[in-house]
Nanobody, 118 residues
Framework: VQLQASGGGSVQPGGSLRLSCVVI????????MGWYRQAPGKQRELVAT???????NYADSVKGRFTISTDNAKNTVFLQMDSLKPEDTAAYYC?????????????WGQGTLVTVSS
C-alpha cells in the first residue's frame, strides 16, 4: 500500500494549484486523510484533514483559501489551493489512516513541492 501525490508546481502569488493523492494497493477502508506541509527549516505542520464522515479541519493560515475533498470511489484526496501566498511555499505531504488486512496504519505520500513566487 502506498500514497502517490501529484500536482505541485510553481505559481505566482494569488494563483491556484490542485494537489491530488491516490491510495494504491488493497485496503479495506480509509479512516481519514489529510495534507501536511514542511517549509525549509521548519517543522511539518497540518494543513487540512478530512474524516471518514467528511468532516474537515483546516489550519488557521489556510482557512477560506484551501479546500480539502475526496473522491471515495477513487481512493483519492484533493487539496484545492487558491489565493496562494509566498508563505505557502513548502513540500506538501498527504497522509491517510488506512485499514488493511494487517490492521490500521498511517501512511505518508512522497512530498510534492509548491513554490509561490513572483
Amino acid at each position: 500500500v502506498q500514497l502517490q501525490a501529484s500536482g505541485g508546481g510553481s505559481v505566482q502569488p494569488g494563483g491556484s494549484l490542485r494537489l491530488s493523492c491516490v491510495v494504491i494497493g488493497r485496503i479495506f477502508s480509509i479512516n481519514g486523510m489529510g495534507w501536511y506541509r514542511q517549509a525549509p527549516g521548519k517543522q511539518r505542520e497540518l494543513v487540512a484533514t478530512i474524516s471518514q464522515s467528511g468532516a474537515t479541519n483546516y489550519a488557521d493560515s489556510v482557512k477560506g483559501r484551501f479546500t480539502i475533498s475526496t473522491d471515495n470511489a477513487k481512493n483519492t484526496v484533493f487539496l484545492q489551493m487558491d489565493s496562494l501566498k509566498p508563505e505557502d511555499t513548502a513540500a506538501y505531504y498527504c497522509n491517510a489512516r488506512l485499514r488493511t488486512g494487517a490492521g490500521i496504519f498511517d501512511y505518508w505520500g512522497q512530498g510534492t513541492l509548491v513554490t509561490v513566487s513572483s
